[in-house]
């Protein structure tokens, strides 16, 4: 069964950071590509960064520079999780949102991410 599952969320002051967790699991093919997509209140997804298995990475222009994303891809089959993060430094209250790690048509549950004072 396929799992994906957030974590690293919280409440931040603006200027600070956080760094977001995903674990992938139970794919039967090896994943080439997971991502980070984000939905603010009362707002739609907002793609915010990719990473693929050779390494390659994509960001949102709203993101770019502030984030990192990296990962850890695993042959598929087994117990080993696929983990991908994000790290969010010099967050803005526009950084708001429900963070989800997604790959393929997977979706994981959220974590949310408040940037308040």
């Known amino acids: 069964q396929v799992q994906l599952v957030e974590s690293g969320g919280g409440l931040v002051q603006p200027g600070g950071s956080l760094r977001l967790s995903c674990a992938a699991s139970g794919f039967a093919f090896s994943i080439y590509w997971m991502n980070w997509v984000r939905q603010a209140p009362g707002k739609g997804l907002e793609w915010v960064s990719s990473i693929n298995r050779g390494g390659s990475t994509n960001y949102a222009d709203s993101v770019k520079g502030r984030f990192t994303i990296s990962g850890r891809f695993t042959i598929s089959g087994g117990d080993a999780k696929n983990t991908v993060y994000l790290q969010m430094n010099s967050l803005k209250p526009e950084d708001t949102a429900l963070y989800y790690c997604?790959?393929?048509?997977?979706w994981g549950q959220g974590t949310q991410v408040t940037v308040s004072s």
């Open positions: 997604s790959a393929y048509d997977y």
